[in-house]
């Protein structure tokens, strides 16, 4: 064993180069030995292919975004020019809606979700607005649509539990029955204000405006007393009330406004009124289970629907003032309203349909599905002069052109209402409106 002090004398130290030397040369004898490893290929680097981009709305594509629900059904998209000729608007009660339809080309263009159970529905004369009641508990309102862009454009506040609505097509000026507090309502369709608020019979229902000798006349059917109550529109006050039958719930007008007819729904009868007397010049029998009644555009017929499963449309000869025909529309039926042909109606059914119903033939030309309990029916022609009255025949109550909201009634100033009281029940007005004035009104037998 060599020790330390060995290397370090002179023979110690080269001794120690010699080690080192030998060390190193074994060191590149090993290296030199040693087998050479395999080259290792570069290692890639992934490249990622984009997924393909999901078309939206398309089923079964993953990832593909939910269709939002159109609102506006089958055809093309809505614009102020879009509805021509003839439409139909049903309100829908069940499910919050109004189905509007092309008679022209028989078909559903949109259906405009209120989000109310809307009961009654008039047009304006060129059919661009609808308004449509909400007589449910609590309500207060009339929903405003507009046809043209088939969207809700407001809520109207009038009086308590609205059912019925009429416009006058010349004033712009509409009538709205209150059932939940025994008035109805004087609204301008324009501004969309009230008027008036003028206290009538016991549960108003259905009304209807008609001039006779110069002046505007509203009759408003009471259900729950069995009469008809006559409004002076300049006078905003009852003038006459007429006793007609049981339970009278529907009010239309000749095309010729000198007779309004009324619905006794109880009686399963109609009621003629002369709009120049206001007195009952007759009553016809009709059937049991009545809904809704209208006259033809040439006034020379009234149809009347009925929820009967068998009988459920019935045709009125006005020369004779009794029940000429009675037909099945293929369910019962809830509404009915006519449009500019004497020979067709449209009924709204209880299992959802509208249909377009041909007398002359005694069948349906066209069947839709719409909303679901369509109550009420309105039609009008679009197209037409906003403000001006339909041609004579077009049996639909009509408002003035589409307005601009106003700050107040959910966005409309409401001036201070005129309130007026008949004189056979003394009723409490609304809080904010004047104190009504009470005056005699006799009621006609």
């Given at each position: 064993?060599?020790?330390?002090?060995?290397?370090?004398?002179?023979?110690?130290?080269?001794?120690?180069?010699?080690?080192?030397g030998a060390s190193a040369l074994l060191a590149v004898v090993v290296a030199a030995?040693?087998?050479?490893?395999?080259?290792?290929?570069?290692?890639?680097?992934?490249?990622?292919?984009?997924?393909?981009?999901?078309?939206?709305?398309?089923?079964?594509?993953?990832?593909?975004?939910?269709?939002?629900?159109?609102?506006?059904?089958?055809?093309?998209?809505?614009?102020?020019?879009?509805?021509?000729?003839?439409?139909?608007?049903?309100?829908?009660?069940?499910?919050?809606?109004?189905s509007v339809v092309s008679v022209s080309d028989a078909q559903v263009v949109g259906?405009?979700?209120?989000?109310?159970?809307?009961?009654?529905?008039?047009?304006?004369?060129?059919?661009?607005?609808?308004?449509?009641?909400?007589?449910?508990?609590?309500?207060?309102?009339?929903?405003?649509?507009?046809?043209?862009?088939?969207?809700?454009?407001?809520?109207?506040?009038?009086?308590?539990?609205?059912?019925?609505?009429?416009?006058?097509?010349?004033?712009?000026?509409?009538?709205?029955?209150?059932?939940?507090?025994?008035?109805?309502?004087?609204?301008?369709?324009?501004?969309?204000?009230?008027?008036?608020?003028?206290?009538?019979?016991?549960?108003?229902?259905?009304?209807?405006?008609?001039?006779?000798?110069?002046?505007?006349?509203?009759?408003?059917?009471?259900?729950?007393?069995?009469?008809?109550?006559?409004?002076?529109?300049?006078?905003?006050?009852?003038?006459?009330?007429?006793?007609?039958?049981?339970?009278?719930?529907?009010?239309?007008?000749?095309?010729?406004?000198?007779?309004?007819?009324?619905?006794?729904?109880?009686?399963?009868?109609?009621?003629?009124?002369?709009?120049?007397?206001?007195?009952?010049?007759?009553?016809?029998?009709?059937?049991?289970?009545?809904?809704?009644?209208?006259?033809?555009?040439?006034?020379?017929?009234?149809?009347?629907?009925?929820?009967?499963?068998?009988?459920?449309?019935?045709?009125?000869?006005?020369?004779?003032?009794?029940?000429?025909?009675?037909?099945?529309?293929?369910?019962?039926?809830?509404?009915?309203?006519?449009?500019?042909?004497?020979?067709?109606?449209?009924?709204?059914?209880?299992?959802?349909?509208?249909?377009?119903?041909?007398?002359?033939?005694?069948?349906?030309?066209?069947?839709?599905?719409?909303?679901?309990?369509?109550?009420?029916?309105?039609?009008?022609?679009?197209?037409?002069?906003?403000?001006?009255?339909?041609?004579?025949?077009?049996?639909?109550?009509?408002?003035?052109?589409?307005?601009?909201?106003?700050?107040?009634?959910?966005?409309?100033?409401?001036?201070?209402?005129?309130?007026?009281?008949?004189?056979?029940?003394?009723?409490?007005?609304?809080?904010?409106?004047?104190?009504?004035?009470?005056?005699?009104?006799?009621?006609?037998?």
């Amino acid at each position: 064993m060599i020790g330390f002090r060995t290397l370090g004398s002179p023979l110690g130290r080269g001794l120690w180069r010699r080690l080192v030397g030998a060390s190193a040369l074994l060191a590149v004898v090993v290296a030199a030995c040693a087998p050479t490893p395999a080259a290792q290929p570069p290692v890639a680097t992934p490249i990622r292919t984009p997924a393909p981009a999901a078309t939206p709305g398309l089923a079964g594509t993953p990832g593909a975004p939910a269709t939002p629900r159109a609102v506006v059904t089958p055809g093309a998209a809505m614009t102020p020019t879009a509805l021509q000729g003839p439409v139909v608007v049903t309100a829908n009660s069940a499910d919050g809606s109004l189905s509007v339809v092309s008679v022209s080309d028989a078909q559903v263009v949109g259906t405009i979700p209120v989000n109310r159970p809307v009961h009654i529905v008039a047009l304006s004369p060129d059919a661009r607005l609808a308004f449509a009641t909400d007589p449910s508990q609590g309500s207060r309102e009339v929903v405003v649509a507009d046809l043209t862009t088939m969207r809700k454009l407001a809520d109207v506040s009038v009086g308590s539990q609205p059912k019925g609505i009429a416009i006058d097509p010349k004033t712009g000026q509409a009538a709205v029955t209150n059932s939940g507090d025994d008035t109805v309502s004087i609204f301008d369709a324009l501004a969309r204000t009230i008027t008036a608020t003028i206290p009538v019979g016991d549960m108003p229902h259905g009304v209807a405006v008609a001039s006779a000798d110069g002046a505007t006349k509203v009759f408003v059917a009471n259900e729950g007393d069995g009469t008809v109550s006559v409004i002076d529109v300049a006078g905003r006050r009852v003038t006459d009330t007429i006793r007609v039958g049981s339970g009278p719930t529907r009010v239309a007008t000749a095309p010729d406004e000198r007779h309004v007819f009324v619905l006794n729904q109880v009686s399963g009868s109609v009621s003629v009124l002369d709009t120049r007397t206001n007195q009952q010049t007759a009553e016809i029998m009709v059937g049991r289970n009545v809904t809704d009644l209208a006259v033809a555009p040439d006034g020379r017929s009234l149809f009347v629907s009925a929820t009967d499963p068998n009988r459920n449309l019935f045709k009125v000869d006005l020369s004779t003032n009794q029940v000429a025909q009675d037909f099945n529309v293929g369910s019962g039926a809830l509404a009915v309203a006519t449009g500019t042909d004497p020979s067709h109606v449209f009924v709204t059914t209880t299992d959802n349909k509208l249909v377009f119903f041909d007398t002359t033939t005694n069948r349906a030309t066209a069947t839709l599905q719409v909303g679901q309990r369509p109550e009420g029916a309105g039609v009008a022609v679009a197209g037409g002069v906003p403000g001006v009255a339909p041609a004579a025949g077009t049996a639909v109550p009509a408002a003035t052109p589409r307005a601009t909201p106003v700050p107040g009634v959910q966005g409309a100033a409401s001036p201070t209402p005129i309130s007026v009281q008949t004189p056979t029940v003394s009723r409490t007005p609304a809080p904010g409106l004047a104190t009504p004035v009470t005056s005699p009104v006799p009621v006609r037998p």
